[in-house]
């Protein structure tokens, strides 16, 4: 068995999303996401001109040799863009195995570890009332788990607020600018969650992303202050390269930590795991080298007792959903999943066969990954650029957004 084919293929239904499909000499066909948010056509150049041509002629059983070939053989190593590349290709792989094999990719990874994946919703607002009655929604579609987001007043396009409903943060030609305030969003925030768990009582979990914004002491001091709320996780409180930083909130505050949605290798969270650092790792089989590394990550991870909580955003192709949701079934240290649904457009380009009722998601019994992109359906939504915010503090400096 041969690979004969590589597509890229860039559609924009509703949002922009890069897939790739091979195609093998039996006309077996595998899969992947390689959606790369706001740098969408640099992951479908290097996959066009410099991946696809490899791939040709070689053997789609050899997952792992080609992972190898690709990341090592690349000099080049690592990088969002790379990384995104090697992931689209490894998950295509192991949905034509899965395909010939005639199961599920579950199946190969070990067989279901549990009956379904925990999700978790977004809800959000421009005032803390309007944000639980998000949460009130989410809780009546089923979830069992929350993350919420609420504007900071005086904080113009804070991270995770919609325009209206759906939060959506890739818009326009140009960055959007938004703003930033760490001293009015660490007096808000502990009042949201008050009330939150006022409203909803201890048994529904609660989740916050910081998004990057704070240093290590801030981060400290707000773990602190929603200790009394019990949340489920602070997620991202500071960028992941800095180590040292993860040490001093350890050194403050017993609220749990989820980080990794921004990391793409396994020596990049190796130190946050092994010195438990972080009680949840988001890593993702989208940007963080496909189904195979992405087990690596999570197996180094089992072993300190710390769980996943795989980033699932919209810009997640359904094809990534899909993918996530044969990992978090069949690992041991699953945590949860992030559940942000697509448009409705998104589901019809990408037709699946994973389910999501009462909390809980299934990647369905289909041979491979159970998912699909209709190249017809994708071409009538054509790419349409799209960048994530900037965040400025009130002087006009460049903060993390
Ligand atoms: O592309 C950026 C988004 O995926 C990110 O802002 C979403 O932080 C995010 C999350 O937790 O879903
Ligand atoms: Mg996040």
């Not at 996959?47 to 059983?61: F, S, T, Y």
């Not at 209709?374 to 790419?383: C, G, H, K, Q, S």
């Amino acid at each position: 068995m041969k690979i004969a084919e590589a597509r890229v293929v860039v559609t924009c239904p509703g949002r922009n999303f890069v897939a790739l499909k091979l195609v093998t000499d039996d006309g077996v066909t595998g899969v992947g996401d390689a959606t790369l948010n706001g740098r969408e056509l640099a992951v479908a150049a290097y996959l066009r001109e410099h991946v696809c041509p490899l791939l040709l002629g070689r053997d789609p059983h050899r997952i792992g040799d080609t992972w190898q070939y690709l990341y090592k053989g690349g000099y080049w190593r690592d990088g969002p863009v790379t990384m995104t590349a090697i992931s689209a290709v490894d998950t295509a792989l192991w949905d034509i195995k899965g395909k010939v094999a005639g199961l599920p990719v579950y199946q190969l990874l070990g067989g279901a570890a549990r009956s379904g994946v925990l999700g978790y919703a977004h809800a959000n607002g421009a005032t803390t009332a309007e944000a639980l009655d998000d949460v009130a929604r989410q809780v009546a579609d089923g979830y069992r788990a929350v993350r919420i987001q609420v504007a900071v007043p005086g904080v113009e396009g804070t991270y995770g607020v919609g325009h209206g409903g759906h939060y959506e943060p890739a818009h326009g030609a140009a960055p959007e600018e938004t703003t930033w305030s760490t001293e009015r969003y660490l007096s808000f925030i502990p009042s949201v969650f008050e009330a939150a768990r006022e409203r909803f009582g201890p048994d529904l979990r609660l989740l916050h992303d910081v998004h990057h914004r704070l240093t290590g002491i801030e981060a400290a001091r707000l773990g602190k202050a929603l200790e009394p709320y019990g949340l489920f996780w602070m997620e991202d409180p500071l960028p992941a390269e800095n180590v040292d930083a993860f040490r001093l909130i350890r050194q403050h505050t017993t609220t749990p930590i989820a980080t990794g949605e921004v990391v793409t290798s396994i020596w990049h969270c190796r130190d946050l795991i092994t010195e438990q650092l972080v009680d949840y790792v988001r890593t993702s089989v989208t940007h963080a080298g496909g189904i195979t590394h992405l087990r690596r990550i999570f197996d180094l991870a089992d072993l300190y007792r710390i769980r996943t909580g795989s980033h699932g955003p919209s810009d997640s192709s359904p094809v990534g959903l899909a993918a996530a949701l044969h990992v978090d079934l069949a690992v041991p240290n699953f945590g949860i999943q992030e559940h942000m649904r697509h448009p409705t457009e998104a589901d019809e380009v990408f037709p699946h066969a994973y389910r999501y009722a009462d909390g809980y998601l299934h990647p369905g019994d289909e041979p491979g990954l159970g998912v699909d992109v209709d190249e017809d359906a994708a071409a009538r939504f054509p790419y349409r650029p799209a960048y994530l915010p900037v965040a400025r503090l009130h002087d006009g400096t460049l903060h993390d957004w």
